[in-house]
C-alpha cells in the first residue's frame, strides 16, 4: 500500500481519472490519503479523514511513508490552521498559501513550516457557530471543502474539523451520525439540521443558530430561517429546503 499527504493548498479528487470528469471532494493541505490503484492519467485514492474515494492527478501526489500516515484511532493532534488563508514556508523560502481546517501540523512532512493561528485539537460545541462563521459568504460549490468553494456536507464537515470531531463527508452519511431529536425545539446552536431533495432522499444540511436560524450553504454560505417546514429564504420568499431529521453530534 503506498500513502500520500495533499502538498498544496488544494488538490481535486475526480469522480475519474479522465480530464473531463467531476469533481467528488478536495484534499486540503496536509491531509492524508491511501494509494488505492495508479494509472497513467491519476491516482485512485482513499481519503483518510473521511473514507471518500477518487482520483486525483499523479503530479499533485506527495509520497509519505507508512509510518508517517495516521493512526486509525480517530482524532490526528495535528493542528488545523484557524486562519481564512495562513502560509507554510518551504526550503526555500517561498511562502504556499493554506486554507481554513488544513492539517498544518503535517507541514514537517513536506519540509515545511506553518507560520500562523491554529484551533485547539478539541473545542466545545460553543465554538461551532464561531467557525462556521469564518465561512459566511463563501461560494457553493459542489465537491468543494474551502471558504472559496464549498458545499453543504463539506460545510459542516469542515466547520467540525476545525473543532476536532470527524463528520462524514455527504448529507445522507452525515445523517446517521449523532441523536436524532424530534422538535426543532430540542436543539442547541450547533446541532446538523438535515432536508430532503427533490426525490425524496436527503441531500442537504446546515447547522442550526439561536433563534430559529441556520447558516448553510446554498448559492453562498448565508444564513436563513429555519422552522418546522424547512429553510425559508427571505431573498426568495420561499421554503427551498423541507426538513427531515435533526441530529445532535455534540
Request: hydrophobic residues 35%; contains cysteine; proline residues 7%.
Amino acid at each position: 500500500m503506498r500513502y500520500g499527504i495533499c502538498p498544496l493548498s488544494l488538490v481535486a479528487v475526480y469522480e475519474s481519472p479522465e480530464p473531463d470528469s467531476g469533481l467528488t471532494t478536495q484534499l486540503l493541505y496536509g491531509e492524508a490519503y491511501k494509494v488505492l490503484d495508479t494509472r497513467k492519467k491519476g491516482l485512485r485514492i482513499r481519503t483518510e479523514w473521511d473514507g471518500c474515494e477518487g482520483w486525483i492527478r499523479p503530479d499533485q501526489h506527495f509520497e509519505i511513508p507508512e509510518e508517517a500516515y495516521p493512526s486509525p484511532d480517530g482524532h490526528p493532534k495535528a493542528g488545523r490552521c484557524s486562519d481564512l488563508v495562513g502560509h507554510a514556508a518551504t526550503r526555500e523560502g517561498l511562502l504556499l498559501p493554506v486554507l481554513l481546517g488544513s492539517e498544518v501540523g503535517r507541514a514537517p512532512l513536506l519540509g515545511q513550516h506553518f507560520e500562523g493561528e491554529v484551533f485547539a485539537d478539541y473545542q466545545d460545541k460553543e465554538n461551532l457557530i464561531p467557525t462556521a462563521l469564518l465561512y459566511l459568504n463563501s461560494p457553493e460549490l459542489r465537491g468543494g471543502r474551502s471558504p472559496f468553494g464549498i458545499d453543504a456536507g463539506g460545510f459542516a464537515q469542515m466547520v467540525y474539523k476545525c473543532c476536532g470531531t470527524r463528520l462524514s463527508r455527504y448529507p445522507h452519511e452525515q445523517a446517521t451520525q449523532g441523536e436524532a431529536l424530534s422538535f426543532i425545539e430540542e436543539s442547541n446552536p450547533g446541532d446538523l439540521a438535515f432536508f430532503d431533495g427533490p426525490d425524496g432522499t436527503i441531500n442537504h444540511v446546515g447547522i442550526i443558530m439561536r433563534d430559529n436560524y441556520i447558516i448553510h450553504a446554498f448559492g453562498k454560505v448565508r444564513i436563513d430561517r429555519l422552522d418546522h417546514s424547512g429553510i425559508f429564504n427571505n431573498e426568495l420568499r420561499n421554503y427551498t429546503h423541507p426538513l427531515r431529521v435533526i441530529k445532535k453530534i455534540l
